[in-house]
């Protein structure tokens, strides 16, 4: 079998999956990913290869293949650009409502769900989803991180936390009974442990007595599942992480943080991150938006072991589609720019304690209106000490 890592797709023409190298072990900080010996082969002729934008191919740039964690760490970076962040990621664009789903139930955000009697604490780190928040709306993002105030569940994100509990859960099994059937036979289990571990979520079919819309929810869950099956084959699969939490703190002290889905790591030590979604893929416009997400797990794995990802993969179950890019070390240095100058942005907003809406159509969905004053609402009051604007400030 070709030890490299292969792009994934439609099983009938038998592409190769990154061959079994390890179980699943503990999911500590990043604990199986390799330290990198060498450079990372060129992806060069891969299909499903770099933006436009991006170098195509060929070795990672000089420093990036070191073991020395010192290496490449002090580097004087460019000064930070002030462009505008990239586009909240594709979810509006592709009706994705799970954003954020799976790590905001695990709790690896460490921000967002609301703590009865808990004190108000300014930020101290960065996700995929909160930077996501303050990306689409600042007002959002202080919603949710400082007043955490609560949200209603969502069928669509509900779903999306169920469906990647079962494709987790499925690697429990030996690779031979990784089946469709055995896939659709763990849904209600793992929705009775959802429903254990978030007795919110049962609020969603409280006005279901006949149990017909749960049915018809449970069997959209399943056909997500079963569609996994038609872009890669579990049972060529070895995962050395599933549902890793990872944590890293940047030179400057920001603290970047989240939890990727999957790392397969090839017999050659080659990392590919994976990530499920159960909405549709986005359209070309929005691709790199979609990708963002996946640059800053990227990023956090280039910081923790000096690895940098062969390759990113998105696995879009709602519409059969699979997403990749080929990632250099020049993509992760423009990332880490970008996420300073957004975390800037965060901790001038909690200093001054403006935080402004940024009306889309996303507000439609949003549960935080009656707060929010393009819609004749007001923010509570704000629980953090003020510093007052001067100049160039706010």
Known sequence: MDSSIEEAGPRAGGADETEPVAPAGPRASGAALPAQAGPVPSMAGAAGGPEPDAAAGGPVASGAGEADAGTGAGEAHAAISEAA??????HAATGEAESG?????????????????RVAV??????PSRAGDFMQCPLLYRFRVIDRLPEKPSEAATRGTLVHAVLERL?????????VPRAKALIPGQWDRLRESRPEVTELFADDPEGERLARWLA??????????????????????????????LESGLRL????????????????????????????????????????????????????????????????????????????????????????????????????????????WCDHQAHCPEFGGTPPPY????????????
């Open 85 to 90: 962040p990239v586009p909240a990621a594709a």
């Open 101 to 117: 789903a799976v790590e905001e139930a695990s709790g690896a955000d460490g921000e967002g769900a609301p703590v009865a009697g």
């Open 122 to 127: 300014a930020p101290s780190s960065l996700s």
């Open 171 to 179: 690697f429990d099994a030996p690779a031979g009974e990784r089946t």
């Open 220 to 249: 959209e869950a399943e056909r997500l599942v079963e569609r996994w099956f038609s872009l890669e084959d579990p049972t060529r699969l070895e995962p050395a992480e599933r549902e890793l939490f990872v944590e890293a703190e």
């Open 257 to 364: 943080r989240g939890i990727i889905d999957r790392v397969d790591v090839a017999p050659t030590g080659e990392v590919r991150i994976v990530d499920y979604k159960t909405g549709k893929a986005p359209r070309a416009e929005y691709a790199d938006g979609a990708l963002f997400q996946m640059k800053f797990y990227a990023l956090v794995v280039w910081r923790l072991k000096r690895v940098v990802p062969r390759r990113l993969q998105l696995v879009y179950l709602g519409s059969g589609d699979v997403l990749t890019y080929d990632p250099d070390l020049a993509d992760l240095e423009r990332v880490e720019r970008k996420l300073h100058a957004l975390w800037e942005a965060i901790s001038q907003a909690t200093r001054t304690g403006v935080w402004r809406p940024r009306p889309t159509k996303l507000c439609g």
């Open 383 to 394: 629980p953090l000490p003020v510093v007052e604007s001067g100049p160039g400030v706010g």
